[in-house]
């Protein structure tokens, strides 16, 4: 099937399957951003509250030949922004009539922060009773730790996630990545999804609570289970515990990784690098048995690999059915055909006349497909025109944003 195929019935007068739902977004840094941004990417329409000094729009690095921030780029795109100063009688007085116009509110303050502005859930339920605020926070909205800050290294490392990451001889290492503001951040939105079902089966609103310790453990793949029940539990590097080989192996110009889940992968493998013999051998037939001869099989496997190029082997190996590809940098799946393919990655006008290939959504929708709309606005940019869809004169927010 190609794109074309799939979007045959595409409709193109909607922004997304989410086309009319409200969302305003009080959040910093990564995880609330990436909640409300999957929200606007799903087509929702997100107004963002700038609080003063905020400077994400100047997080290093910027995209180079834009001169704007990656951070801001990736999480504010499809979005509205307005100044406000919760902090302030009048910007708690904007937010609020705000609130009454929105179907939801995504937050990720410290929990408590924002009931002490007088603006949290018991005063956005005040004023619109079916409100869903959905809050994201390191730790949850109760429990022994709740006052807590929490970045996402740390609730990685909380989670007994850190400790089984990195070489098998080495320290524990974070995730390259955001993980655990990820996942907060799309739990997030599921929480989200399904309050606002619930809302509208029955007309009430709810306080959705998403901490980023709960994401990381609901997503530990049954370690956390283990670990509770005594299970030793160990770090495996690149490796897999439970099927032999599933490792990184070096060739002449670079790595693969490749695994063998199933025996009959094994003799496909066994018979493509030339040593069919060893497909019904005692000591490698079976995945028991090379689970206990796991690093002859490693062995066997980079001898083969080393000389050859990386092409080569994902070619060779892909064409007998072994699950295989090169290790990439981002630059180099950037280019990759099919990454381009499924629109992962879509060159958009930012604000100031530059261009940048942004991150694209994930899901795609034959009927209500998402795309990047719009790039991130000027932080309060938009501020006049939604006050003035809320009758309030010019002026009235705050516009000390940075």
Not at 16 to 37: E, F, N, Q
Request: proline fraction near 6%.
């Amino acid at each position: 099937m190609d794109s074309s195929q799939f979007y045959q019935d595409a409709r193109h007068d909607l922004a997304g399957p989410l086309h009319g739902v409200r969302v305003l977004d009080v959040t910093k840094v990564w995880s609330g951003p990436l909640a409300s941004c999957v929200l606007a990417d799903l087509g929702a329409t997100v107004i963002r509250v700038e609080m003063p000094g905020n400077r994400e729009g100047q997080m290093p690095p910027t995209i180079p030949g834009t001169g704007r921030s990656w951070f801001r780029e990736t999480v504010h795109r499809n979005k509205r922004s307005i100044g406000l100063d919760l902090r302030t009688e009048q910007g708690r007085s904007v937010f609020l009539r705000l609130v009454a116009t929105v179907d939801m509110v995504v937050e990720n303050y410290r929990p408590g922060t924002l009931n002490d502005w007088g603006v949290g859930y018991p005063d956005c339920r005040a004023v619109k009773p079916d409100i869903v605020v959905v809050s994201v926070s390191g730790w949850g909205q109760f429990g022994p730790d709740a006052d807590r800050p929490g970045y996402d290294p740390v609730t990685l490392a909380a989670s007994g996630w850190m400790s089984l990451n990195g070489d098998e001889d080495g320290q524990p290492a974070r995730a390259p990545t955001f993980l655990a503001d990820d996942l907060a951040g799309l739990h997030a939105v599921i929480g989200a999804l399904a309050a606002l079902r619930h809302r509208d089966q029955t007309g009430e609103g709810q306080h959705v609570d998403v901490s980023m310790l709960d994401s990381v453990l609901f997503s530990s793949s049954g370690l956390l289970t283990l670990g509770a029940c005594g299970a030793p539990l160990r770090r495996w590097g690149s490796e897999v515990d439970i099927v032999v080989p599933a490792n990184t192996f070096n060739c002449a110009d670079g790595s693969i990784y490749l695994v063998v889940a199933m025996d009959k992968h094994w003799r496909a493998l066994t018979a493509a690098i030339g040593r069919a013999e060893l497909a019904d051998d005692a000591d490698f037939a079976t995945n028991e048995q090379r689970r206990r001869n796991r690093a002859a099989v490693n062995r066997i496997v980079a001898r083969w690999c080393r000389d050859l190029p990386v092409a080569q082997v994902v070619r060779t190996l892909s064409g007998c059915g072994i699950t295989v590809a090169p290790v990439r940098t981002y630059a180099e799946a950037a280019c990759d055909a099919h990454v381009l393919a499924r629109d992962m990655l879509q060159v958009t006008e930012l604000r100031n006349g530059t261009s940048a290939p942004l991150t694209g959504p994930a899901v795609k929708f034959s009927r209500t497909p998402t795309r990047v709309r719009t790039s991130a606005p000027d932080p309060g940019a938009d501020t006049d025109a939604v006050l003035a869809e809320l009758g309030i004169s010019e002026g009235t927010g705050d516009s000390e944003i940075e």
